[in-house]
Every structure is written in C-alpha cells, then in structure tokens.
C-alpha cells in the first residue's frame, strides 16, 4: 500500500489544519528516582484539528511516548503502570541489558496484568538511538502508539540540544472519519501478507511536520521506522546528508551513500548529519511508492556567525565475531500468502486446512509456527554465533536478534567484509539468504523474530539460550 496524501486530503478538503515543529515529549521523574509510564487509552488527534480523535494507547497521554535521553553507563529506571485491559510489557529495543530487563512477554518475563506494575531496572553500554515499544501483543498494541524514543548520548556530547533531533516515523492506517481503523487491527489479511500497512505517515504524532534549522550548522537526524510493516526508503543525497550510524551504532566517520534509496525496516534506525545550505529549505521524501511522499519539511534560517563543524564519532566497543571458529545454524522462513503451508507445526501439531484460519499462524521457522519449546540453539557465553537466514517466502522481512549486535556478512552468497557497519535488525528479501555474524556475550534467553509485528503474531518467531 503506497502512502498518498492527495487521496486523503480529498476527503476533507478546504479545512484548516496547522503546521508544527516535530515535538518529542519530556519525562518526568517519581520521587524515589523512577521514570513512571502509565499505559492507557487516550484520545489524540492524529490527521487534522477538525477531524474526531481516535482512541490511542499511550505512554503519558502521547504517541511517541517521553524521550529517554541519557549518557552512555547510565541508570535507567522506569515502572510501568498498566492501566489498559489487557497485559502488556515494555521491549527496549537494541539495548544490550540483563535478559530479565527485556520485556519480552512470555520469554523473560510474565506480562503485567491490568492494574499492575512493573520496575525496568538497567545500566545502558551503549551510545545510540534506540527505542521502546510494547512486546504483548505488539501487532495491537504498537498499532495503538505504545512506542517512544530511547536516545543515549555519548559520555561528551556531539551535539547540543537543539542540533540532536530524534524523528519517530510511524504510518497509522486511518478510516474515512481521519481516525485510527481499529476494526481492521488482527485482519488475516495483513497477517498473512505484507504486514499491517498505513496511510498516513506521522513525524513525531505529527502528519504535517515542520521545523526550522541554520544554514552551515551541523544537526544529528536520528530516524527512528516504528511502523508495523512498512519499510521506508529515503535518499539522503537529496538534501546532502551522510550516514553516520545504522541501529545505533555509529560509523568512524560520515559516509555518502552511492544508492538512491537507503531502506529502512521497522523497528531500524538510521542517524544522518546535515548541514543546511543558505537559502536552500529542503524535504525528507518517502520514495518507495510511484510518488515521493515528503513527511517533514526544513526551513533553513541564515545564521550571522559562522559555527564551526567539528564532527567527531565515537563507535561503541562491541566483541568482533570470531568467524572461523563460529557456531553455525540455519534458519528456512516459509508460510505466508503464495507460500508453502504445508509441514507447518503449532504446539506439537500439524496444521491442515483450517487450522491455520483458526490458529492464525500461517508462517514459520524452520516447519515451526511461533516460538517452540526448545531453543533454536543453545550456546555457551563468548561463542561466535552465525546465523544463516533464508526467505523461502513471497515477502521482505525485518530479522532482530535480542540482546546483541551482528555485522551482516554475506547477502545471498556475496561476501560483504565492512567491519564498520553493526546491526540488530536486518532486512532479507523474498528467496535470497542472509548471514549474520554475532559473539553471544550475554546470557539468558534472547528472541530472534521478524519485526512485521503481524508476522511476529502469526509464527515468525524462535529463541536461542545463551548459557
């Protein structure tokens, strides 16, 4: 589904609507030091002013949720209060923490009934930008707007505050009224298919964003894909910028990328430097589609005193993978619309004809729908790790590994050897094979999982223990 904003605009055209700077909201501490987020329904405009709200799920009564802003080895604190009807939990999304810390529903902890709480606890190790989303029935409720940034700046700041500017980027699918379309959350089609797929792109909660900066001042753009299923795709090259880390994890210096597109998955982020040219406002487009889709526009303010544009990076310290004394496992992706059903096993039995309309699961890993009993692979703590993963599937992906950062090391059979770039989410396309390359150095038990949250749902998960 191609995001056009002509087609919706027509639905109510000739109201009014303002246009706004991308705001991130701020926390707020509990008197005993911790970050409280209450999760509930709220009502938020998302399309325009005049059009009905719809009926979010927030943290703090905003979608993003506060930004968590903090310094590499710093303390994190934050009890969650559920006050929504069902259980929910909290995933921290490409932090390296204590497997108890995970959030994962079901797998490292119980998830937090309605009217409970729970106290995330954890030392941050890295510098980077990362996220928090909800991990119980994320398909719904990340749907919903439980999601915010996690931004940890490294121990001497790079930038400034007003030169660091984090953009959620979401696409909320919206009915004829300009309201979320609840009605059409856990639809098979979605899960079977593509994923749940929006029309309406949001900066920050915010559809018409816009924000001013000065020209020959360098800014920090972390872009941070919170969609269910839509992989964006951007040029950088259109307004100048460089790439300068992929998942939180910064490159040793800018690069310029040589493609048009630069792909970015769900749950992927992507931290660009840009230094505005005098007289030149210019756009971030959603090229995917037949059309650019601009979703946040720049106006560039000249500024009186030349800022000088030292940009100094500072990678974080992860082990390198060991490759030829690696472990190796492979992982067959298969299921889905136009893919192979049969052999699928759930809960120790084999599915057949309706059994997948009624379960719901119609992908999985290696004849397996959602996560099994036994590990996908059990390894000792500082074993190197290589996972081969092919889409035996009509549709992309979005892979994350919990609790640990991999180099991609092969793309269907081409080596790649750029020991530069570091990821936790990676994205495989319909029949090719990707090899991931990781040193398991923290213990527990870790998900590995798509990251189309309706795949997720309906089998596209497995676990692997380190010991």
Known sequence: MNINRRKLLQKTAGAAFAISAPAIFQIANASDGFIEFIAEETKVKLYRPDAPASNLWTYG?????????????????????????????????????????DGVAGLTQDAVPPGETFEYDFVVP????????????????????????????????????????????????LNRTGTLDVASLGSMMDWSHQ????????????????TTVKAGEAYRLRLINACNARILAIDPNRFNAQVIAYDGQALTEPVSLETAALQIGPAQRVDLLVIPEAGK??????????????????????????????????????????????????LHMAGGAMGDLNGITYQGKLLEGDDFRKTGQVWSFNGVAN???APFFRVKKGQTVIIETF????????????????????????????????RDTFLVDPNKTVRIAFV?????????????????????STWFEVT
């Open 61 to 101: 009564g905003r979608s993003p949720g506060p930004e968590i802003r903090v310094k590499r080895g710093e303390r994190v604190q934050v009890r969650l209060i559920n006050k929504l009807k069902e259980p929910t939990s909290i995933h921290w999304h490409g932090i390296r923490i204590a497997n108890a810390m």
């Open 126 to 173: 890295d510098s980077g930008t990362y996220w928090y989303h909800a991990h119980n029935k994320s398909w719904n409720q990340v749907a919903r707007g439980l999601y915010g940034p996690l931004i940890v700046e490294d121990d001497k700041a790079i930038f400034d505050k007003n030169h660091d500017l984090t953009l959620v980027i979401d696409d909320w699918r």
């Open 195 to 210: 994923g749940r797929l929006g029309n309406w792109l949001t900066v920050n909660g915010d559809g018409h964003a816009n």
């Open 281 to 330: 406002d210019f756009t971030i487009e959603e090229i995917s589609g037949n059309q650019s889709y601009e979703f946040i526009k720049f106006e560039v303010k000249d500024t009186m005193v030349p800022v000088a544009n030292q940009i100094s990076l500072s990678p974080n310290h992860l082990p390198q993978p060991d490759i030829e004394n690696a472990a190796n496992f492979r």
């Open 371 to 373: 996560l099994p009993q």
């Open 391 to 422: 889409n035996d599937t009509a549709f992309a992906h979005a892979m994350h590994v919990h609790g640990h950062h991999f180099r991609v090391i092969s793309h269907d059979g081409d080596k790649i050897d750029d020991e530069d770039i570091w």
């Open 440 to 460: 398991a150095d923290n213990s527990g038990k870790w998900l590995y999982h798509c990251h189309m949250l309706e795949h997720v749902a309906a089998g596209m």
